[in-house]
Nanobody
Framework: QVQLVESGGGLVQAGGSLRLSCAAS????????MAWFRQGPGKEREFVAS????????YYTEPVRGRFTISRDNAKNTVYLQMNSLKPEDTAVYYC????????????WGQGTQVTVSS
């Protein structure tokens, strides 16, 4: 199994920046995606960004494109989410997730880290 621990959340003013980290441990995969999801108050969970194990395939949801950057350090089994120009609508619990390339869905999830953006 895979264990994921997020960190880096906090309170920031609109226009500010924050970097989230997700450290993975346990079972390892040769080919896999690591991703960030978020769930705002009263909202459904939504996909934010993902990155393939090679780092060559990256996806972003349109609302964060150009503001957020996902990256990874395979040697440290860690994925990052650099969030710039934060907006109040970015306020949410951010979750890290992992799926093997052959899986249809993300099977492993962290506990989440709270990001609050004030105006």
């Amino acid at each position: 199994q895979v264990q994921l621990v997020e960190s880096g959340g906090g309170l920031v003013q609109a226009g500010g920046s924050l970097r989230l980290s997700c450290a993975a441990s346990g079972r390892t995969f040769s080919y896999y995606y690591m991703a960030w999801f978020r769930q705002g108050p009263g909202k459904e969970r939504e996909f934010v960004a993902s990155i393939y194990s090679t780092g060559g395939t990256i996806y972003y949801t349109e609302p964060v494109r150009g503001r957020f950057t996902i990256s990874r350090d395979n040697a440290k089994n860690t994925v990052y989410l650099q969030m710039n120009s934060l907006k109040p609508e970015d306020t949410a619990v951010y979750y890290c997730a992992v799926r093997d390339y052959s899986d249809k869905e993300y099977r492993y999830w962290g506990q989440g880290t709270q990001v609050t953006v004030s105006s």
